[in-house]
């Protein structure tokens, strides 16, 4: 059974780092793009951020709301996806979730009707 996970999540002070992780299992990560996204209360789905396969370059796209904030890696030996998360701001708080795109049309997407399977999420609060 084909199946994402994610971890990492919990209650930060506005100016912390959280390192959220995304795994999975029935398949091997590298072989696709990896996005995350996340979803505020009562706002939309935002891609914040998705890299490539290694096969592909291992290139990395950012939203504007999180460049220079956020950093997303891989590491194949442990098939995870990594979103370190640096400078957080309240405005941060959201679900985060990561998803794959088994032949996204674009390069680099953050359209989340571009990914195919998703995780169930994991909870990000920043607040003091």
């Known amino acids: 059974q084909w199946q994402l996970v994610e971890s990492g999540g919990g209650l930060v002070q506005p100016g912390g780092s959280l390192t959220l992780s995304c795994t999975s299992s029935g398949f091997i990560l590298d072989g696709y793009t990896v996005g995350w996204f996340r979803q505020a209360p009562r706002g939309e789905r935002e891609g914040i951020s998705c890299?490539?396969?290694?096969?592909?370059?291992?290139?990395?796209n950012y939203a504007d709301s999180v460049k220079g904030r956020f950093t997303i890696s891989r590491d194949n030996a442990a098939n995870t996806v990594y979103l370190q998360m640096n400078s957080l701001k309240p405005e941060d708080t959201a679900i985060y979730y990561c998803?794959?795109?088994?032949?996204?049309?674009?390069?680099?997407?953050?359209?989340?009707?571009?990914?195919?399977?998703w995780g169930q999420g994991t909870q990000v609060t920043v607040s003091s």
């Open positions: 998803a794959i795109a088994w032949k996204p049309n674009g390069r680099l997407p953050l359209g989340d009707y571009e990914y195919d399977e």
């Open positions: 890299i490539e396969n290694s096969n592909s370059g291992g290139n990395t």
